[in-house]
């Protein structure tokens, strides 16, 4: 439940803001900004949150955590009104829009706080009501920068005893319980405390208590997940256990390849396992001859062998994810601000849109291995001047314009060919070859890459390169799509 007009009224009356100074700013989410002020000696800190169903201002008590990465509209706001003096500060017309008029230097602002529900905002304005920015941009109601602000009509003949009978202050009589506890009477605290308390305690979307059942929910959602993907992990790594019984059976074929002339067509072929003494009964090919049999067998067994030891990576990765997740709940389930429990649940929850990668560009993580994808000059550059190194491998088209792939380098580890493939792959996929389906790549080490002089953006001159011709895999690509999708 947002503030009504009234609530809005007599908290103003107690915050008396007039005369004080904005000493700091801090935006602890997208919607909740917190002005630490100062006036005659004393500090406050008056918070104003305009999330749906809970808009309010109101002084707090409690600690405002940071936002890991500083946000826009808190970078604004300090550049124009930071050490600013609020010359006045008032309700407009008994509505739920705060007009704050301020002056810095020799500037002067005029911040609108509107607290309606599903439409609340924050507008710094110039001193001719051109706003500067907003909270939230709204296009569509022209509050983006270079906008005009203009108030809502005035209520006529506004009659207060009526709106005060309509729109009553709440006596918060649920506290009472929560005052007595701590021995405080409930007749001696501020409007401001008691609203900081009720909703940190009892409001239905940011209170504590709503947000550790969102907290419950979203670890049990994150947990079942990645446990399962760690199963699936263990069972393929369980099936690959097996690899050297692979290549026994390949050996086997050949130890008896003068029986597959008598099979006349079986799928199976049976003979004397030499290891143990007994029947091995090994499924064949007819189509094929032995040593092509044995063959598909060593290739299973290479495939294994390798794919072992990238699902190791693979199986630690999901087990650090899962210890990271269980901490972070942990760390929720003993935090007692509401704000911090906020941020620590969107820290996972961030839109997409506003989440910023430390590299240009796309990147995969396949078995452990890590590829970087530049899709133009522009991201080839900066992958090539900041983000690779020497030994790292470098995939591009061969005489066709197109973006660089990297593979990072694993010590110790030869680039599987599966891995050389997915790379292969994307660099068709982010290439003008794509249409033609297949092309000859470049391969090559990064230290192996020499500048061209005088050449456009990113161009380079590979030494020591190889040749890899490689035709487009629709099925492979989706599947590179799937993993980066799930990693992001």
């Known amino acids: 439940m947002s503030l009504n007009c009234n609530e809005i009224n007599l908290i103003l009356n107690e915050l008396d803001l007039s005369g004080a100074f904005i000493q700091d700013i801090i935006q602890p989410g997208f919607d909740t900004i917190a002005f630490y002020t100062y006036k005659s000696g004393a500090a406050k800190t008056v918070m104003v949150c305009t999330a749906n169903g809970v808009c309010r201002i109101n002084e707090t008590r409690r600690k405002i955590p940071k936002n890991k990465k500083p946000l826009r509209f808190m970078e604004f706001l300090k550049s124009k009104i930071k050490g600013a003096k609020i010359l006045s500060c008032e309700q407009i017309n008994f509505d739920r829009i705060i007009k704050m008029d301020l002056a810095h230097s020799d500037e002067k602002y005029t911040m609108y706080i509107r607290l309606w529900s599903a439409n609340s905002n924050v507008i710094l304005c110039d001193e001719n009501e051109n706003i500067l920015d907003t909270m939230f941009r709204r296009p569509q109601k022209n509050e983006i920068s270079g906008g005009k602000f203009s108030l809502p009509e005035q209520k006529k003949d506004l009659q207060i005893d009526l709106i005060l009978e309509k729109f009553p202050i709440r006596n918060f009589s649920e506290l009472e319980k929560y005052f007595t506890e701590k021995n405080l009477d409930l007749a001696q605290i501020s409007f401001n405390q008691k609203i900081d308390i009720w909703y940190a305690e009892h409001a239905t979307s940011l209170s504590r208590e709503a947000l550790l059942e969102k907290a419950k929910k979203w670890y049990e959602a994150h947990h079942s997940r990645q446990s399962a993907a760690l199963e699936r992990l263990e069972k393929k790594r369980a099936d690959f256990s097996n690899a050297a019984q692979k290549k026994h059976l390949g050996d086997l074929?050949?130890?008896?390849?003068?029986?597959?002339?008598?099979?006349?067509?079986?799928?199976?072929?049976?003979?004397?396992?030499?290891?143990?003494?007994?029947?091995?009964?090994?499924?064949i090919d007819p189509k094929k001859s032995a040593q092509e049999n044995a063959a598909d067998y060593y290739a299973l067994y290479k495939k294994e062998l390798s794919g072992t030891e990238s699902l190791q990576t693979e199986i630690e990765l999901a087990k650090k994810k899962i210890a990271s997740l269980e901490k972070t709940y942990q760390e929720i389930l003993a935090e007692k601000n509401p704000m911090r429990i906020e941020q620590l649940l969107r820290q996972d929850t961030t839109p997409k849109q506003r989440q910023k990668k430390s590299h240009p560009g796309l990147d995969y993580t396949v078995n452990g291995w890590y590829i970087l994808v530049g899709r133009d000059a522009n991201e080839n550059d900066e992958l090539l001047r900041h983000h690779v190194r020497g030994n790292d491998m470098w995939l591009h088209t061969r005489d066709t314009p197109g973006g660089y792939v990297f593979i990072k380098y694993r010590a110790g580890k030869t680039?599987?060919?599966?891995?050389?493939?997915?790379?292969?792959?994307?660099?068709?996929?982010?290439?003008?070859?794509?249409?033609?389906?297949?092309a000859d790549l470049y391969y090559t080490e990064v230290k192996y890459l020499r500048r061209a002089k005088n050449g456009p953006k990113g161009l380079v001159i590979p030494t020591h390169e190889k040749n890899l011709n490689v035709v487009l895999?629709?099925?492979?690509?989706?599947?590179?799509?799937?993993?980066?999708?799930?990693n992001a």
């Open 253 to 283: 074929i050949l130890t008896n390849a003068h029986l597959l002339g008598n099979l006349n067509s079986q799928d199976f072929l049976e003979c004397e396992d030499y290891e143990n003494g007994g029947i091995a009964r090994i499924k």
């Open 473 to 486: 895999d629709k099925n492979r690509l989706a599947h590179l799509e799937a993993i980066r999708q799930e």
């Open 415 to 438: 680039i599987p060919l599966d891995i050389l493939l997915d790379a292969g792959n994307l660099a068709i996929h982010f290439s003008k070859a794509r249409a033609a389906g297949k």
